[in-house]
T-cell receptor, first 115, second 112 residues
Framework: DAGITQSPRHKVTETGTPVTLRCHQT?????MYWYRQDPGHGLRLIHY???????DKGEVSDGYSVSRSKTEDFLLTLESATSSQTSVYFC??????????????FGPGTRLTVT | SQQGEEDPQALSIQEGENATMNCSYK?????LQWYRQNSGRGLVHLIL?????REKHSGRLRVTLDTSKKSSSLLITASRAADTASYFC????????????FGKGITLSVRP
């Protein structure tokens, strides 16, 4: 497996509380991504990063923020968790050589439940 | 939305049979990728095919790409029970700034 870890792996939190998920890589890849996976929706991009301190929004970014202060760490924060953010969250990393993005390597996922 | 669509949504076959899964997309791509996800795990990259390629093989996997029809197919030959998983196509669209767009996935069940 590519060197990607996510923490925590499971979390239960209450509505209105802030939550931070961490993704850590040891591959020195430039690109890092946060996805959420929900039944019937497949995988949807929340935010991604194309370098230290360089981030951009994905398809479902409302209610989420990210930060990348080091190449190896990409943090996803839910400022005030809502029940609609109950999901499985995946981090992924990738590189780009020439035209197009190469394969993505995924972390094991974080199962978040907001009660 | 640029989201690709996979077809069928679910597929059940007998061990030893071939499994064919299809993916369609709407706008031009740099490449198309297929991933597998076992229950409760992260996605695993299977194969990448570039827009100027028509066919690619990797072990028991064969991927084709028809850019004129904006479609791709994934063929798994001589399926095994261990191939039971969800399969996703992902497209790197031209001008998408290093993002992949994933389909909703196909659930493959291989009966022993």
């Amino acid at each position: 497996d590519a060197g990607i870890t996510q923490s925590p792996r499971h979390k239960v939190t209450e509505t209105g509380t802030p939550v931070t998920l961490r993704c850590h890589q040891t591959e020195n890849h430039r690109y890092m991504y946060w996805y959420r996976q929900d039944p019937g929706h497949g995988l949807r991009l929340i935010h991604y990063s194309y370098g230290v301190k360089d981030t951009d929004k994905g398809e479902v970014s409302d209610g989420y923020s990210v930060s990348r202060s080091k190449t190896e760490d990409f943090l996803l924060t839910l400022e005030s968790a809502t029940s609609s953010q109950t999901s499985v969250y995946f981090c992924a990393i990738s590189e780009s050589y020439g035209v197009g993005i190469q394969e993505q390597y995924f972390g094991p996922g974080t199962r978040l439940t907001v009660t | 939305s640029q989201q690709g669509e996979e077809d069928p949504q679910a597929l059940s076959i007998q061990e030893g049979e071939n499994a064919t899964m299809n993916c369609s997309y709407k706008t031009s791509i740099n490449n198309l990728q297929w991933y597998r996800q076992n229950s409760g795990r992260g996605l695993v990259h299977l194969i990448l095919i570039r827009s100027n390629e028509r066919e690619k093989h990797s072990g028991r996997l064969r991927v084709t790409l028809d850019t004129s029809k904006k479609s791709s197919s994934l063929l798994i030959t001589a399926s095994r029970a261990a191939d039971t998983a969800s399969y996703f196509c992902a497209t790197d669209h031209t001008g998408a700034n290093s993002k992949l767009t994933f389909g909703k996935g196909i659930t493959l069940s291989v009966r022993p």
